[in-house]
């Protein structure tokens, strides 16, 4: 049972405004799409899902992931590591989410102290965003990533396109905009 829930935030399409029903693709250049001056995760959850937990957030950044900072890197892994909560979604652009899932595995998901801790990271973004328009991948990968959190082993693992993975074992698909398992 989940007792609460850490939100960290960091932006990318998931936070961002951009209209559906005007351009049908998902965004490709930042031209086409503003981040929101607030994240809409916590908001969405509060408002929409209602979870019986506490829900905690920490806006580290709203940039695009192409513009995620070692600096950035460093809070995202101080705000893990100070959370008194065990379950942890880490919001991130899903152009460099494998990416990053990889680095966050390896600066914190072998570490005895975190391993020890019985944290579960989940790292997770959106094709489309949460707020502003249907249709939205990103309703789905929230609601998704706290159900799997009861059913996953602490460490570091990336939700998408049905699947949760563990962190450094995930590539993305750019051509067909999909996650895949990299080792079997």
Request: glycine share 8%.
């Amino acid at each position: 049972m989940i007792k609460d829930l850490q939100l960290i935030i960091t932006g990318g399409t998931i936070d961002k405004e951009w209209d559906p029903f005007i351009e049908l693709s998902p965004p490709k250049t930042k031209t086409k799409v503003i981040l929101r001056s607030r994240s809409g995760i916590k908001p969405y959850l509060d408002r929409v899902i209602q979870p019986d937990f506490p829900i905690y957030e920490n806006v580290v950044s709203l940039v695009d992931s192409s513009d995620i900072t070692d600096e950035i890197r460093q809070k995202i892994v101080a705000g893990i590591k100070s959370t008194k909560s065990e379950n942890i979604i880490v919001s991130h652009g899903t152009d460099s989410l494998a990416d990053f899932g990889k680095w966050l595995y390896k600066h914190i998901g072998t570490d005895k102290e975190f391993v020890k801790s019985g944290k579960k990271v989940i790292c997770l973004g959106g094709f489309y965003p949460l707020v502003g328009g249907v249709p939205s991948d990103a309703p789905f990968n929230v609601g998704f990533a706290i159900g799997m959190m009861e059913h996953i082993k602490p460490g570091v693992y990336i939700a998408m396109n049905s699947r949760v993975f563990v962190a450094n074992e995930c590539e993305k698909d750019f051509e067909k905009a999909k996650f895949y398992l990299t080792k079997s």
